[in-house]
């Protein structure tokens, strides 16, 4: 799932603040002006969706992802609207170097100004399942 935003935020040349490699910078943006996205990743329940076979099941993973846009306030939304469809489509289209996972309810939640800058967040909820 991450390669898959990588692509993104590289064609972008976008600054990216990743949950797991930037511990304790979650609430920092860069001192420049430029845009940047924070990602997130979150799991739910994973149920088991099938009966023992072979001494294995099959389990159903799901959750989100959080990409948190944000751009200098003050263009009218045209870069946060050109970044947000950019991560959009990768997540619709499902580039993915891992095509078992499927992405659904893609969506753009615009959250508006947030000191100096235009916060939209995209979020897609994953699905992919695991045999254990």
Known sequence: ????????????????????????????????KVPFVRVACRHREAPATSLPHDGKKKYQENGFLLIEVLTPQGDGTVTADTLVQAFQTALRTRQSLNASVW??????????????????????????????
């Open 1 to 32: 799932m991450m390669a898959l935003l990588k692509t993104v935020t590289d064609a972008q040349a976008l600054y990216v603040i990743w949950e797991d490699a930037d511990a304790g910078t979650q609430d920092q943006k860069p001192d420049t």
């Open 103 to 132: 992405y659904t309810n893609v969506r753009a939640q615009e959250i508006g100004p947030d000191n100096g800058w235009f916060k939209t967040n995209v979020v897609a909820d994953f699905h992919y399942n695991i045999i254990e």
